[in-house]
């Protein structure tokens, strides 16, 4: 960890606190919220292939994490209400959704991570409601995506509708009844015409997607241009090498060419057809041109961004906890 020597005495420069896997799942006994065998196999049945002992050492204490930011923050908001002396324009209402950006590159585990700790946090009595909102709704429809030459670069910053996006989760947290969201389908790689999901004055909103912890684009004429992470409670990347991500994302490219892609639907269905290796092959080029140069230029700038960062090694298990200091 860097340090520095600052007024005589050595300081550690790093804005996060940094723990190994020991020192972070150990926090777990502290945790006043035992999963029990019932609730780790209703985890279980999600479908996710996660280990069990990796969500009572890791995502256990993340959980309750963040039940202490949920709670503090409401009571901070109370403070800021009292000092603005509860005009019409206070800074937030009781019952202000907390929101939570999950970042991080194509298949390095935020969906999985994101739908675990929807399941988890919805224990917790403060906040029952948990809602989970994944960006792709927000990309652009292939059409649009063609028309301005972005089809190979989907999931970059520019293939979304930022606007939209953070309209959107600045709608569910100024209290709106029902705010609604585009949803695509990764079987037709496209934006699903007429459906959309709802989400209704939820306690936490999960918003999940690669670019959430992207700044704001310049504003013009002196205005001021916000993003979707100015309305971030809390926010989490999660991290891991290029190299393995790469193992990942191939894995799950095997995966679906046994399941989704057998569908007659399905986008990538040709690939269900040919040989592994031709399959395997496509994927490889995907990532390269793709999803691995998104990752370096646009998405792990972001991660000092966090206010906590996941590190996984080889096997996915959580090797490295950073926790921004307060
Ligand atoms: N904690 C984990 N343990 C084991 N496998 C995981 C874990 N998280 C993700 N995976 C696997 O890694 C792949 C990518 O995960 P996913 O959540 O779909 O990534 P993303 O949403 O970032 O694209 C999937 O095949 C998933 O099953
Ligand atoms: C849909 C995605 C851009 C991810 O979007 P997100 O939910 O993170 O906003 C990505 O999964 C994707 O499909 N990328 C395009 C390249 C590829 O097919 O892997």
Known sequence: MPTTLEAGRRTDASPFVDLDRAEWSALHERTPLPLTAEELERLRGLGDVIDLQEVQDVYLPLSRLLNLYFTATAKLRGALNDFLDNREHSATQSGTPFVIGVAGSVAVGKSTTARLLREMLARWPDHPRVELVTTDGFLLPNAELRRRGLMARKGFPESYDRRALTRFVADVKSGKDQVTAPVYSHLVYDIVPDERLEVRRPDILIVEGLNVLQPALPGQD????VAVADFFDFSIYVDAR????????????????ETAFQNPSSYFRRYAEVPE???????????RTINRPNL????????????LILRKGPDHKVQRVRLRKL
């Open 222 to 225: 002196g205005r001021t241009r």
């Open 277 to 287: 290796e031709e399959a395997l092959d496509y994927a490889r080029h995907l990532w």
């Open 296 to 307: 370096v230029e646009n998405v792990a700038p972001t991660r000092g961004r966090a206010d």
């Open 242 to 257: 290029p190299d393995d991500i790469e193992q990942w994302y191939l894995q799950r490219f095997r995966k679906l060419r």
